[in-house]
Antibody, heavy 121, light 110 residues
Framework: EVQLVESGGGLVQPGRSLRLSCAASGFTFDDYAMHWVRQAPGKGLEWVSGISWNSGSIGYADSVKGRFTISRDNAKNSLYLQMNSLRAEDTALYYC??????????????WGQGTLVTVSS | QSALTQPASVSGSPGQSITISCTGTSSDVGSYNLVSWYQQHPGKAPKLMIYEVSKRPSGVSNRFSGSKSGNTASLTISGLQAEDEADYYCCSYAGSSTQVFGTGTKVTVL
């Protein structure tokens, strides 16, 4: 059974940093691209970032480019999102999601339950 | 990377068919056959319903179908059922390893 378990969310002040983690199990992690998708309270989905199976292809939404960094450790079956210079508008539930392909596609077939990030003073 | 435009809400009676539009630009929807649709029930994670414009993942009802014309993609739900009541989001590849979601559509079964 595919499982994606996010951690690292919490309350953080504007301008500070936070690192999200996603522990993956139930599939061969290094065979698939991975994504972070967020959803602000009561709002729609926003794609944040994606990384291919070998970290050779990485993309970011304009809203986070230069502030967030996605990475993965295939030996640890883990996905990460380093978030710097956080803003109030980054407040959201952050989902870790598995792509169905090795390279980034829009075919995301499994999602975690999300970790909540709240940016507030 | 502007969000794709979807109607805020669509409704229909049980058994009817409804269509949700997803309008992008020539830089995203219009350039790639990489449009997906996701269903999200309240408090739940999204579920993939359609990928690559019109393909259905295993286990998804054939009442769900997708299409695309120019810069607009569409999701049609036929034989509407109570359990179809949810939020629906389109998503398109937008080049340079990025993708963009639609604004979301709330489907109500009357």
């Amino acid at each position: 059974e595919v499982q994606l378990v996010e951690s690292g969310g919490g309350l953080v002040q504007p301008g500070r940093s936070l690192r999200l983690s996603c522990a993956a199990s139930g599939f061969t992690f290094d065979d698939y691209a991975m994504h972070w998708v967020r959803q602000a309270p009561g709002k729609g989905l926003e794609w944040v970032s994606g990384i291919s199976w070998n970290s050779g292809s990485i993309g970011y939404a304009d809203s986070v480019k230069g502030r967030f960094t996605i990475s993965r450790d295939n030996a640890k079956n883990s996905l990460y999102l380093q978030m710097n210079s956080l803003r109030a508008e980054d407040t959201a539930l952050y989902y870790c999601a598995k792509d169905n392909q090795q390279w980034l596609s829009t075919r995301v077939d499994y999602w975690g339950q999300g970790t909540l990030v709240t940016v507030s003073s | 990377q502007s969000a794709l435009t979807q109607p805020a809400s669509v409704s229909g009676s049980p058994g009817q068919s409804i269509t949700i539009s997803c309008t992008g630009t020539s830089s995203d929807v219009g350039s790639y056959n990489l449009v997906s649709w996701y269903q999200q029930h309240p408090g739940k994670a999204p579920k993939l319903m359609i990928y690559e414009v019109s393909k259905r993942p295993s286990g998804v009802s054939n009442r769900f179908s997708g299409s695309k014309s120019g810069n607009t993609a569409s999701l049609t739900i036929s034989g509407l059922q109570a359990e179809d009541e949810a939020d629906y989001y389109c998503c398109s590849y937008a080049g340079s390893s990025t993708q963009v979601f639609g604004t979301g559509t709330k489907v109500t079964v009357l």
